[in-house]
Structure formats: C-alpha cells, structure tokens
C-alpha cells in the first residue's frame, strides 16, 4: 500500500514563495503520473500541476509561470515550488499519485497553505 505525505505548506505574504513536498513510500516510478491538487474553502476541488513518469509536465493555467513542479527520483519525492503567491493561491494543497500497474489512485492528507495581503 503506498502512502504520501505532505510538508512545507504555511502562512505567506502575497509575493512570497513556498515548496511543498510529497514524499511516496515507494519508488516514484511506480506511479504513471503524480499531480497537485488544492481545494479552498466553498470550492470544487482543481488540478494544479502535474509530472508523468517520462517527465513532462502539465499545470493550471491560473499557476503558469509561478509554480514549477519537480521530482527527486532517489528521495521519492516531488515538489512544488510555489512563487509570486497570490491571496487565490490560498488553499489545502493535496499530492495524488495514480498506479497504473494496481489501476490504484493515492492520496496524501494535505497541507495548508494562506497567502496574507
């Protein structure tokens, strides 16, 4: 059963920068794809970024040119780099990791992060 886990969310001004970490039990390569999600308050949750197993990349386009997802192959860890936050980038952010030998979805429990005006 794979696990992740989130870190790195808190409280920001506006123009600040966060990272946030998803760390997976297991080797990344297992997943075919691992992508950010957030959700705020009264809000569906949204796609962020996202990064396959060949490396390509995919992001929101509300986060394009502020956010870069990434990935540590040996640490089984991927990233977001968060900058020029915005008071909208306020949310719980979730990393989700999709298996396609197992057809199996994971997710992480979140972390928060609040972008002060």
């Known amino acids: 059963q794979a696990q992740l886990v989130e870190s790195g969310g808190g409280l920001v001004q506006a123009g600040g920068s966060l990272r946030l970490s998803c760390a997976a039990s297991?080797?990344?390569?297992?997943?075919?794809?691992m992508t950010w999600y957030r959700q705020a308050p009264g809000k569906q949750r949204e796609s962020v970024a996202q990064?396959?197993?060949?490396?390509?990349?995919n992001y929101a386009d509300s986060v394009k040119g502020r956010f870069t997802i990434s990935r540590d192959n040996g640490k089984n860890t991927v990233y977001l780099q968060m900058n020029s936050l915005k008071s909208e980038d306020t949310a719980v952010y979730f990393c989700?990791?999709?298996?396609?030998?197992?057809?199996?979805?994971?997710w992480g429990q979140g972390t928060q992060v609040t972008v002060s005006s």
């Open positions: 989700s990791a999709f298996d396609v030998a197992a057809q199996k979805t994971y």
């Open positions: 297991g080797s990344i390569f297992n997943f075919n794809a």
């Open positions: 990064i396959t197993r060949g490396g390509s990349t």
